[in-house]
């Protein structure tokens, strides 16, 4: 997303299951929000009643676009947000289940064969070796046209 773009925010409540489950999708993709904690901000209840017709539903979640979900599926926040779910291909050589330090070597591996590599995920590919700097976690790394490709499950 663009930093001049106006991040993505989330209304809700601190004692709210499905926002916490939103918040924490979203982080796991990297993707940046403004969370709003009605509790905290009860002024900004009036937002989401007026977005749901009256009604108090949370999480609302506001795109930069002006539109909003309300209590998202992950399903639903991944075809928004525009994460792939589908691979690209027909066939690959290897499919890794998993993105963690093991299933990202291991596609550094197969890359390296020049192996067509399909990873399956259930969030974000990398765990702790996705936040640190890649220079030092995943060295060697191909070249981008080889590099895996990345659909969650």
Known sequence: ????????????????PDCRRAKQFL??????????????FPEK????????DGK???????????????????????????LSRVASEKEYDLIIVGAGPTGLTTAIYGARENAKVLI???SAPGA???SRSASTTIRDFPTASAAPSWPSA
């Open 1 to 16: 997303m663009a930093s001049s773009e106006t991040p993505i925010t989330v209304y809700g409540a601190s004692w709210c």
């Open 27 to 40: 982080a796991s993709h990297r993707v940046a929000y403004e969370w709003i904690d009605l509790e905290e």
């Open 45 to 52: 209840t009036a937002e989401v009643e007026a977005r749901n």
């Open 56 to 82: 108090r539903i949370i999480p609302t979640i506001v795109f930069p676009d002006g539109t909003f979900l309300a209590e998202p599926s992950n399903d639903e926040l991944a075809d928004r947000i525009g």
């Open 120 to 122: 399956v995920e259930k």
């Open 128 to 130: 702790r070796p996705a």
